[in-house]
């Protein structure tokens, strides 16, 4: 058995593949769910119903794929340009640190220039976050994987001991969370009763925004380059190492929008626990996407709603909701051979 | 050849045909080879000579066709059975260890896994042997990285006769080597068939495949076209065949070299490995100076101090009258300087990108084809339109993808961006690598003309061939050091082929007064 190159590979084949791939990961998760003495149509009408099945259960859905954006987003922005970003947790931390800040007190402004504000000085923060471990890998050639994912660990002991220490909300009966954001500074709902908030659009704007980048400018035509083949961009003179630190600002700062989506959209004030790993599932997001702008928000979308769902699958049938977790690296795996099946076919001999 | 008795059939093919997509790689090719002969298969790259190959030896199965060997079926898809049949191959690329000896190397893999001792001392013996039997010397405790190139091709061959082969493929095995280093090779082969051996040598150059081979057979398109025998034949008729029709070369008129507009004033440095020792050479306009050497002496030391990948480190490099410091590519392309990279795959192009990309990527920040940051769409598709129809860049869009392009395609698509530009110096390192005579002939043509035009044009190249057609003067680089510039009316390969070896001519030398 041997891969061997397609020659050309059709726009539905293409269109196709990753929509198969799921159905084919759904179906081997199925054999878990009978492993787990759950019925299968039962179990998965219930995830179904939890993810989309009513209002309810959609803007959930789509409230937990706002972060997820823009995790994902700073994924595909820093992959692309073969910057392996794995510091989204920590980024999206350091965002929600700056909007806790800004958004706390250290100033006040009307709603429309207040949320701005706070998004820049978020965005900055995660950006400066990246810089770090990126400038040490141009350097000093430090693996920026390492580095990146330490730095996950620090910064959220950073938040652990502000929580805990010098920003204790005094009026939060012993809980470590910061104090609330102003008003003014508190993303607007977008539908009545429901948690789906302002932040929603901004990452739609923000992953619209990123592929006009990569695709209709300078800098994204020099990040695509010099992550598709380094040698070359130098060759040619692209400034490499410019367009890699303009890359980890992007990334990083996209990355940290996720934090002000959801201390100043879902919670409200900044707590340990605003993020169930964001960071780390945008990876998965950016990857079942391809790595495409657009994609990531379809992506989001299907690992909330699976995240969801799984949430109500669990309650319905009595099996984990770890499930969920798993239901996205099948998926995730799946489409992943899905795309090499779209680039090779299987030949025997 | 005198006798009339048929030699026997050592090696017969019938009706191989393989396909790979959409290419019909292997044509229904049926071959015989005869004991004590050395059979040539000549033909373009991609006529599918390796694929063949690479069936006999089982790294493939054949869809269609079958394989004997001394009249027995040999089991497809079976390197080990090809081995047991006799069967040996030396691939164009080295399949050594550097870091282990030459005995290690020869030895690796015939002794069994578990066996307690190593049995070296009759290892040994039988490694000397068979190197006095063919005049294959080679120190066996030597590391074999550091040996030299034609070195490492004698352990690849005494690798092979170590395993019993009775029947040798060999895959474009002077591609690498010097004039001399491959009159070595011609002579172990012949010494090889007079001792019963039969070749199978894959190439694509005529003057070795008429030096050594009793008979020729020609693949085009994947399939047989001409089965000669090299008495009967001539240059002329193989190369008709191999391209299916006649090639015409290009002519370089006599020109003065004008203004200089690259040299090089005892210029010392150590790149990637590469290093160049007090080099000191001028090109001027209206003039090709070519390079010649095997590869590893010092050109990619060369070329990328003229791509500004590198600065000197003692010296002085002066491009177009201004002295170049710390130049980067970026300035490089600002100065004029057009760089015909020598791997295109990896420096050249971009394969993911569009071929209209690949077409802009020194240029993407120029004002005609940027604003305020953002890239203008439609002029750099415009662009694209124009180049592929003037550069004959064929079998895609300005919206493909460049991967799918051929090497010669690619080539040309490198040459547009480059040559477009109308660069007065221009660098081109190994600019036919790989290509089929059709595109080699528009690369060269593409060259002279640029010369004629009032270019000056480094030309750095390990195909002597090249280096005869196009250059004006030529000098040749060993270890780094240059040799003095030779009008190529005055060289010929004997003279260069000692140059390339280390051996210097006496007799006046300017290139180096520097060296001491």
Redesign the interface.
């Known amino acids: 058995m041997r891969l061997e190159p397609r020659t050309e590979a059709t726009f539905w084949l293409r269109a196709m593949a990753p929509i198969l791939a799921v159905i084919v990961a759904l179906a081997l998760c199925g054999f878990l769910i009978l492993w787990a003495g759950a019925p299968l149509l039962e179990a998965y009408a219930a995830l179904a119903r939890g993810a989309l099945g009513s209002r309810f259960a959609l803007s959930e859905t789509l409230t937990r794929a706002t972060p997820l954006i823009f995790t994902g987003l700073a994924v595909a922005v820093a992959f692309r340009a073969k910057l392996w970003n794995i510091g989204g947790e920590g980024q999206l931390y350091a965002g929600a640190l700056a909007a806790t800040w800004v958004g706390t007190g250290a100033i006040d402004l009307p709603a429309y220039l207040m949320i701005p504000a706070i998004f820049s000085a978020a965005a900055l923060a995660g950006g400066l976050l990246l810089l770090l471990p990126t400038l040490l890998k141009i350097r000093l050639k430090v693996d920026e994987v390492v580095t990146t994912l330490l730095l996950n660990f620090v910064v959220l002991l950073f938040v652990n001991y502000l929580l805990f220490g010098p920003w204790k909300d005094p009026l939060s009966m012993g809980w470590p969370q910061a104090a609330p954001i102003v008003d003014s500074g508190l993303l607007p709902n977008l539908v009545d009763r429901t948690r789906l908030h302002f932040g929603l659009l901004a990452g739609l704007v923000a992953s619209v925004a990123v592929w006009i980048v990569m695709r209709f400018t300078h800098w994204g035509f020099e990040i695509r380059a010099v992550g598709l083949n380094t040698p070359a961009a130098v060759f040619a003179g692209i400034p490499v190492n410019a367009t890699v630190v303009r890359t980890a600002l992007l990334s990083g700062g996209l990355a940290a929008c996720a934090g002000v989506t959801e201390v100043c959209g879902t919670k409200g004030y900044l707590t340990l626990d605003i993020s169930p790993g964001f960071g780390y599932t945008g990876i998965a997001v950016a990857m079942l996407a391809g790595l495409h702008p657009l994609g990531v928000v379809v992506s989001a979308v299907f690992v909330a709603a699976i995240y969801n769902g799984a949430d109500s699958m669990s309650r319905a049938v009595g099996i984990s909701n770890y499930l969920a977790d798993v239901m996205t690296a099948v998926a995730l795996l799946a489409v992943l051979v899905s795309s090499l099946l779209v680039q090779y076919r299987i030949r025997r001999g | 050849m005198s006798s009339n008795v048929q030699p026997p059939s050592v090696l017969s093919v019938r009706g191989i045909s393989k396909r790979?997509?959409?290419?019909q790689a292997n044509r229904d090719i049926s071959l015989s080879l005869n004991a004590g002969e050395v059979l040539a298969l000549l033909g373009e790259n991609g006529a599918g000579k390796t694929t063949l190959m690479s069936i006999l030896f089982g790294h493939?199965?054949a869809d269609a066709g079958s394989i004997e060997v001394n009249g027995r079926p040999l089991p497809?898809?079976s390197p080990s059975a090809a081995i047991d049949a006799g069967i040996g191959m030396v691939h164009q690329h080295f399949t050594l260890a550097d870091n282990l000896s030459v005995l290690d190397n020869v030895v690796l893999g015939t002794e069994r896994l578990w066996s307690p001792f190593q049995r070296r001392r009759q290892a040994r013996d039988r490694l000397s042997a068979l190197a006095d039997r063919f005049g294959l010397n080679v120190d066996p405790d030597a590391r074999v990285g550091n040996l030299s190139v034609g070195e490492r091709q004698r352990v690849e061959l005494l690798k092979v006769l170590y395993r019993d082969a009775r029947i040798l493929i060999l895959d474009e095995p002077t591609a690498v080597l010097t004039p001399q280093e491959a009159e070595a090779l011609f002579q172990t082969l012949t010494e090889m068939v007079s001792n019963g051996l039969s070749v199978i040598f894959i190439s694509h150059k005529l003057n070795e495949v008429m030096a050594i081979a009793q008979r020729i057979a020609v693949l085009r398109h994947g399939a047989v076209v001409g089965e000669y025998n090299r008495a009967d034949t001539s240059r002329t008729e193989l190369a008709t065949a191999m391209v299916g029709r006649e090639v015409a070369s290009p002519t370089r008129t006599q020109m003065d070299a004008g203004e200089p507009v690259l040299e090089l004033k005892s210029v010392s440095l150590r790149h990637n490995n590469s290093r160049l020792l007090h080099a000191t050479l001028k090109v001027g306009q209206h003039e090709v100076l070519g390079i010649a050497g095997v590869s590893g002496n010092g050109q990619t030391a060369l070329a990328d101090l003229v791509?500004?990948?590198c600065v000197p480190e003692s010296g002085e490099l002066v491009v177009l009258g201004r002295p170049a410091g710390g130049h980067?590519?970026?300035?490089?392309?600002a100065a004029g300087v057009g760089?015909i990279?020598e791997d295109r795959h990896?420096?050249?192009?971009?394969?993911?990108?569009t071929v209209s990309?690949n077409l802009v990527?020194?240029s993407?920040?120029q004002p005609e084809f940027?604003r305020f940051?953002?890239?203008r769409?439609r002029p750099i598709l415009e662009h694209a339109r124009t180049l592929m129809e003037r550069y004959d860049v064929r079998g895609a869009g300005p919206d493909t993808r460049t991967s799918?392009l051929s090497g010669g395609n690619m080539q040309k698509l490198i040459l547009a961006r480059v040559l477009s530009r109308r660069p007065p110096l221009v660098l081109a390192c190994q600019p036919t690598r790989g290509l089929d005579v059709g595109a080699t002939a528009y690369v060269h043509q593409q060259i002279l003309e640029t010369r004629n035009q009032g270019s000056g044009i480094l030309l750095i190249s390990e195909d002597l061939d090249e280096l005869l057609t196009l250059s004006d003067r030529i000098m040749v680089i060993y270890q780094g050091e240059l040799s003095p510039a030779i009008p190529t009316e005055q060289a010929d390969r004997a003279r260069l082929g000692l140059l390339m070896s280390g051996q210097r001519t006496t007799g006046p030398s300017s290139g180096r007064d520097h060296a001491a």
Not at chain 2, 20 to 23: E, N, P
Not at chain 2, 346 to 353: F, K, L, P
Request: glycine letters at 14%; aromatic letters at 10%.
């Open positions: 790979f997509g959409d290419i493939y199965v497809p898809g791509s500004g990948l980067t590519p970026a300035h490089m392309v760089r990279p990896t420096a050249g192009v971009v394969h993911e990108m990309e990527l020194e993407y920040r940027s940051g953002w890239l769409v799918s």
